[in-house]
C-alpha cells in the first residue's frame, strides 16, 4: 500500500557541513518545503518577546521554540519539508519524537545527519572567512572552538538518541570531500533520490 504520510528530514551536523546548502539544493531538486529555524527567528518582529530574550544574548525558551516549530510544521500542510536547526539538544530530540514518531503520526521522520571531521570543519569555517562569509563570529578562532565543544556536548548527544529511535529513517552521510557534488550525491542516495539533475547542483546558494 502506498505510504501516504508526509517526510520531515532532519538536517543535522556541525558547523561546516553544510546543511543550508544541501537544504537548497534539495528544495531546488524536489521542490521540499524548507524550515529553517534561524531564519525564523532572526525574521522575528524585533518587540516580540522571544527577539529581545535574544538580543540579551539568552536562550529562547524551549516551550516556545517547540510552539514555532509545530506552527512551521503545520503550515507546511501534508508537503514533504526540511528542519534544519533543529533539534539541538536531548530534551528537543525527545519533544520532536514525542510529537511525531508514533503509528498514526502523518509523518515519516527522517533524520540525515552530516558528519565531518573537526578538522575539516575547521578548515572551511576559515574558507568561508577568506571568501567574506560565513558568521560575523567566524572569525574568532576562540568562539569557534566553543562552538564546536558545545556541538559535542549538546547535539551529538541528540544525534545519538534518534539513532536509536524504533520508526525514524536514520542516516549517517560522509560530507568530507572537497566536491560539493559528491557529497551532495551521497545525501541524496541515502535519502532514497535517484532522480537528480548535477548540473543543477549550486554550491553557492548557501556557504559551507
Same mark, same amino acid.
Given at each position: ?69 509545530? $506552527? ?10 526540511? /528542519?534544519?536547526? @533543529?533539534? %539541538?539538544?536531548?530534551?528537543? !530530540? ?41 558568521? $560575523? ?10 562552538? /564546536?565543544?558545545? @556541538?559535542? %556536548?549538546?547535539?551529538?548527544? !541528540? ?50
Amino acid at each position: 500500500m502506498e505510504n501516504l504520510k508526509s517526510k520531515i528530514i532532519v538536517l543535522m551536523g556541525g558547523q561546516g557541513a553544510g546543511k543550508g546548502t544541501h537544504a537548497k539544493n534539495l528544495v531546488a531538486q524536489k521542490g521540499f518545503k524548507y524550515i529553517e529555524v534561524g531564519a525564523i527567528l532572526r525574521d522575528l518582529p524585533a518587540e516580540s518577546p522571544m527577539k529581545q530574550i535574544m538580543a540579551r544574548g539568552e536562550l529562547v525558551p524551549s516551550s516556545e521554540l517547540f510552539k514555532i516549530i509545530s $506552527a512551521a510544521i503545520d503550515s507546511n500542510g501534508k508537503s514533504d519539508m526540511i /528542519l534544519d536547526g @533543529f533539534p %539541538r539538544n536531548v530534551e528537543q !530530540a525527545q519533544w520532536l519524537v514525542q510529537q511525531y514518531v508514533y503509528d498514526e503520526s502523518p509523518y515519516d521522520l527522517h533524520v540525515l545527519h552530516l558528519s565531518l571531521p573537526e578538522n575539516v570543519m575547521l578548515e572551511r569555517i576559515a574558507n568561508r572567512v577568506k571568501e567574506g562569509g560565513g558568521r $560575523a563570529d567566524d572569525t574568532d578562532v576562540a568562539v569557534v572552538k566553543k562552538r /564546536l565543544e558545545c @556541538f559535542k %556536548r549538546e547535539t551529538i548527544p !541528540a544525534i545519538e538518541f534518534l539513532e536509536n529511535v524504533k520508526g525514524i529513517h536514520f542516516y549517517t552521510v560522509d560530507v568530507s570531500s572537497k566536491d560539493f557534488a559528491t557529497n551532495f550525491t551521497n545525501v541524496c542516495k541515502a535519502l532514497g533520490i535517484d532522480d537528480i539533475d548535477i548540473n543543477k547542483v549550486q554550491v553557492n546558494v548557501a556557504k559551507l
